[in-house]
């Protein structure tokens, strides 16, 4: 399976705004320059998390994003359904149903196992993400990330945040 690129840029915004405090923002044009995509793409995906409730937008000069939930409640899944959507990534088209001397539609009276399969393993996938939180990966980069990117982020976070 493979996902967009906004599903990366999405979730590195999520965890930067987690740094952010007392209600303060951070502009979308600030995001889009400290993870070196173009502000006009990423708005799109941040419009996509603010439609999805992952995040709020506060309109303005001052305004920005800031998270619309605490990390703690904000899972992978989350963000991959809004910036991806909620279609399953397979779509079983029945082609076992066609091509010479196929026969009709009543010689497959049980579901494709194929189809069975791949939605199994798409909901194991999906699994996987709804138990991974913002803030477990928060905690995990802080004790494991290297202090001199820490601190890069953080001293970011603090030039550009919008009371």
């Known amino acids: 399976m ?14 930067m705004l987690a740094g952010l405090q007392g209600g303060a923002v951070m502009p979308a044009s600030a995001l889009a320059e400290y993870h070196g995509v173009s502000a006009s793409y990423l708005v799109k995906h941040l419009k996509q998390l603010v439609a999805a409730g992952v995040f709020v937008s506060i309109p303005g000069p001052a305004g920005g994003y800031r998270l619309g939930r605490a990390p703690q409640d904000i ?7 809004a910036v991806e959507g909620d279609a399953p990534a397979f779509r079983c088209r029945e082609i076992r149903q066609r091509g ?3 026969p009709d539609a ?5 579901p494709c196992g194929i189809k069975l399969a791949m939605l199994r393993a798409e909901e194991a996938y999906r699994a996987a993400l709804a138990e991974t939180r ?4 928060i905690r995990d980069y802080s004790e494991t990330g290297d202090p001199r990117d820490i601190a890069r982020g953080c001293r ?5 945040r919008r009371p």
């Open 2 to 15: 493979k996902l967009g690129d906004g599903v990366e840029a999405a979730i590195h915004c999520t965890t």
């Open 75 to 81: 899972t992978l899944l989350d963000i991959v359904l």
């Open 100 to 102: 010479p001397d196929a």
């Open 106 to 110: 009543f010689a497959f009276p049980n």
């Open 134 to 137: 913002i803030s477990s990966l």
């Open 156 to 160: 970011f976070v603090e030039a550009n």
